[in-house]
């Protein structure tokens, strides 16, 4: 549980602003989501169980990347190495982010 409710995609960011936007635009498309900017918050809420995809920011660096995935897996995570390219984070979760989810939530 974060803040109540359970978390079917994290993403972890080293942007506050960055992670706050992509959350918030995945909620309004009806997705459960939370967003954190340090590993050891990304491991706890890893650890507690209900994370379905972990979306690893494009900022975040090779050494957190393995480790993250790493604990994704077992957990039952799918690992998504997120990326933001021409037209901001809302536009790539919108083009990009929420179609892979949909599609990892329907296979």
């Known amino acids: 549980m974060y803040r109540g409710y359970p978390v079917s995609v994290l993403i972890i960011g080293r942007g506050r602003s960055i992670v ?30 209900g994370v379905g995809a972990l979306v690893i920011g494009g900022g975040v660096g090779p050494a957190s990347r393995e480790r993250l995935a790493g604990l994704a897996r077992p957990a039952g995570a799918e690992v998504i190495h997120g990326r933001v ?17 949909r599609r990892l939530r329907s296979s």
């Open 85 to 101: 390219g021409r037209g901001g984070i809302r536009r790539y979760v919108r083009r990009h982010l929420i179609p892979e989810l």
């Open 20 to 49: 706050d936007k992509a959350v918030a635009t995945l909620r309004e498309n009806g997705f459960e989501a939370a967003g954190v900017t340090a590993d050891e918050d990304a491991v706890r809420l890893l650890a507690a169980g």
